[in-house]
């Protein structure tokens, strides 16, 4: 069989198993792609609120080299409702946390201590990073207080390189610039970690990109888009539901519904999908005049080859798109609502972009040509393997009907070489890769989609699909991740590790 048909096999089978365990209804489009948790807090009127912007964090220290950062997590109380208080797991007491900003080419030092009351793991989410620093599941950092409720409450069982009260993770950054971001990676309570606040964006700067003339400063906004849900008393409310929870209150760096005054002028959007399991589709309402709302200049990895234009952005949990909208191409004044048609109701607003009259010029473009982006060829594949993501008759989600085990790799890459992965489906899958980017050969046997171009670290498949990546396996040798970034699958062991040698 040629890879096409091996391709469509996969497919057919993913497509049986998913009538066989009644998911069928599942597969129409637009359908959920979890279950909705209801608020228990009355739910705010939208527009209401500023967009905050997370604070840049400051290096402790730096040298000839390297850059030193300090993180604490602990459990802070915010103000996200109107009224009520959120205590809520933190990076340096906000929620997001801090971004940090990399240079590539120079390391960068993170020192996380954990106050929190159980252990936890921080991962980078599209470093290329060696594993010791790449936040292995049941890498734990104990908390300061030696105390961690969650091994006391059986939760903690497994563990290989444990830390006590804190962590240095070390990133070389050895790639392009990119919208990057970390989050917590405990081992089987991840959903609820990045649920209660445990995330923030890692930007990478390099020469080449800071060299074009695309939008910067205050008109270069991160969005990290997150849906929550609230207990009467204003904390965040959560139950491992098994297809995905899905809250019913819309955050935009961790404010519900903000507004974000804008210049008539450009801007580049760095877009972040951190919720669990909710799907976006973006769309700005009204449509700017002439369509390509938005201008798509990267994906996960970094810089487009050259820009892609969009009326609708879709972003599956995990995934990354930068984009730039120019809403000079709206009079003065209006009133322009970011919004998800995936959804209904309430959630199917995001945030508003209001603009205003004050026209301070606008000096930047998006030039036709962004960055010089290698083409992976996959006739030169040394291996093509299979991942089936599905979920079992028993109820379990798995990997090539296996549940998640530290320490049994689904595949041993060589590193220096290229292989082809092929991910087929029964259900809605973000599937995630850790160490290396990708690039996406092929879509249900077609074209790569819509959304696929560039170097990736997650693709968004829907139920019964099929896809081809091309990667290649470079510089760490050690245990990693693939998994699906659904963050309740996730737990629910859909994740596998691979083995670089
Ligand atoms: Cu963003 Cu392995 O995760
Ligand atoms: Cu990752
Ligand atoms: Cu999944």
């Not at 589709?281 to 234009?309: K, N, S, T, W, Y």
């Not at 019964?464 to 699906?484: K, M, N, P, Q, S």
Request: with cysteine; proline share 8%; aromatic share 8%.
């Amino acid at each position: 069989m040629n890879r096409r048909n091996l391709l469509r096999a996969g497919v057919g089978l993913a497509g049986a198993a998913v009538l066989g365990t009644g998911l069928y209804e599942l597969l129409k489009p637009g359908s959920q792609t979890g279950q909705l948790l209801g608020s228990e807090a009355p739910i705010p009127p939208a527009f209401q609120v500023p967009l905050p912007i997370p604070a840049v964090l400051t290096p402790s220290r730096t040298d000839g080299t390297t850059d030193y950062y300090e993180i604490t997590q602990g459990i802070s109380t915010l103000s996200v409702l109107p009224g009520l208080k959120t205590p809520a797991w933190t990076y340096n007491g906000t929620f997001p946390g801090p971004t940090i900003v990399s240079r590539s080419g120079r390391k960068t030092v993170v020192k996380h201590t954990n106050q929190l009351p159980e252990a936890s793991v921080v991962h980078l989410h599209g470093g290329h990073t060696p594993a010791d620093s790449d936040g292995y599941p049941i890498d734990l950092v104990m908390p300061v207080s030696g105390h961690d409720m969650a091994s006391m409450s059986g939760m903690n069982t497994m563990q290989r390189d444990v830390s006590q009260g804190s962590r240095e993770y070390a990133y070389p950054f050895d790639q392009p610039a990119a919208t990057l971001w970390y989050h917590d990676h405990r081992m089987g309570a991840t959903a609820p970690n990045v649920w209660k606040g445990l995330a923030g964006f890692h930007l990478v700067r390099d020469d080449e990109s800071d060299a074009l003339p695309l939008p910067r400063g205050d008109r270069d906004i991160p969005l990290m888009l997150a849906d929550r849900s609230f207990a009467a008393d204003g904390s965040f409310l959560y139950k491992a539901l098994m297809p995905g929870v899905l809250g019913d209150v819309q955050l935009v760096n961790g404010a519900p519904w903000p507004v974000l005054a804008v210049d008539p002028a450009r801007y580049r959007l760095r877009l972040l999908n951190a919720a669990n399991a909710r799907r976006y589709r973006l769309e700005l309402d009204p449509q700017p005049p002439g369509g390509d709302a938005f201008v798509q200049i990267a994906a996960d990895g970094g810089l487009l080859a050259r820009p892609v234009g969009h009326d609708a952005v879709q972003l599956a949990p995990g995934e990354r798109f930068e984009v730039v909208v120019d809403f000079a191409k709206y009079k003065p004044g209006t009133r322009v609502r970011l919004v998800n048609t995936f959804a209904s109701g309430r959630m199917r607003e995001v945030m508003r972009f209001d603009v205003t009259g004050s026209d301070r010029g606008d000096d930047s473009s998006v030039p036709a040509t962004l960055a010089e982006i290698p083409v992976l060829d996959p006739a030169k594949a040394v291996a093509t393997r299979t991942f089936r993501f599905h979920q079992t008759p028993g109820g379990t989600w798995t990997v090539n009907d296996l549940e998640y085990k530290p320490g049994r790799a689904l595949a041993t890459p060589k590193l220096g070489s290229i292989e082809v992965w092929r991910f087929v489906t029964d259900y809605h899958h973000p599937i995630h890769l850790h160490l290396n980017h990708f690039q996406v050969l092929s879509r249900n046997l077609f074209e790569p989609g819509a959304y696929d171009a560039g170097w990736k670290d997650t693709i968004d498949l829907r139920p019964a699909e099929g896809a081809e990546i091309v990667t290649r396996f470079t510089d760490y040798a050690g245990a990693f991740l693939l998994h699906c970034h659904n963050l309740e699958h996730e737990d629910m062991a859909m994740m596998a590790d691979f083995q670089t040698s």
